[in-house]
């Protein structure tokens, strides 16, 4: 079946670096773009970014354009997010989903990003 | 880049409809999510009223002007989770997809 998994969060200092790394199975990766969404604690929903599945295509929430960067090796079924330049009003789960017309049809269980002092 | 605005909080008995809005939908790129305490979010509707397999026909979409709109028909006690809308923005130079601030449901 479908899956996704993260990796790579944890506490950070503001300022900081950090990459996430998203590993799927059950699908032709390279058939599929890639979302990553993130929820604050006891917050809502937010988009972050986006890639298309041959990786020439990426979108970006306007607040994290220049700090995050998105990337993926379709050849190891591997999408990774990049933030550096890392602020307190980043910490949240980072979730990765799974492309499906404009939407998200497959998500993974998250990593949690804590950026504090 | 303003979230879109959904009511904080929508109730309903058993059995009956509700209907969900979410103002600032400027494209037809429109996606609904259903979030229970603790869980991942599931897609419900995709291209403001498709559905994805799986999904039962209590739960439609529409859009009328800017205004995206989600009905739970005949209400269960599963029912009762948080609602997201979210709708992919055009701006120049870097489109973006921006979420709805969620409207909790309760089944009374």
């Known amino acids: 079946q479908v899956q996704l998994v993260e990796s790579g969060g944890g506490l950070v200092r503001p300022g900081g670096s950090l990459r996430l790394s998203c590993a799927t199975s059950?699908?032709?990766?390279?058939?599929?773009?890639i979302h990553w969404f993130r929820q604050a604690p006891g917050k809502g929903l937010e988009w972050v970014a986006y890639?298309?599945?041959?990786?020439?295509?990426?979108e970006y929430l306007p607040s994290v354009w220049g700090r995050f960067t998105v990337s993926r090796d379709n050849s190891k079924n591997m999408i990774y997010l990049h933030m550096s330049s890392l602020k307190p009003e980043d910490t949240a789960t980072y979730f990765c989903g799974k492309d499906y017309d404009y939407s998200s049809d497959q998500w993974g269980r998250g990593a949690l990003v804590t950026v504090s002092a | 880049q303003s979230a879109l605005t959904q009511p904080p909080s929508a109730s309903g008995s058993p059995g009956q409809s509700v209907t969900l809005s979410c103002i600032g939908t400027?494209?037809?790129?429109v996606s609904w999510y259903q979030q229970h305490p603790g869980e991942v979010p599931r897609l419900l509707i995709y291209?403001?009223?498709k559905r994805p397999s799986g999904v039962p026909d209590r739960f439609s979409g529409s859009k009328s002007g800017n205004v995206a709109s989600l009905t739970i028909s005949g209400l269960q006690t599963d029912d009762e989770a948080d609602y997201y809308c979210?709708?992919?923005?055009?701006?120049?130079?870097?489109?973006?997809?921006?979420f709805g601030t969620g409207t909790k449901v309760t089944v009374l």
């Open positions: 059950g699908f032709i990766l390279s058939d599929f773009g």
């Open positions: 400027g494209t037809h790129h």
């Open positions: 979210c709708s992919y923005t055009f701006n120049t130079g870097n489109n973006y997809y921006v």
């Open positions: 890639i298309q599945h041959d990786g020439n295509l990426r």
């Open positions: 291209e403001i009223f």
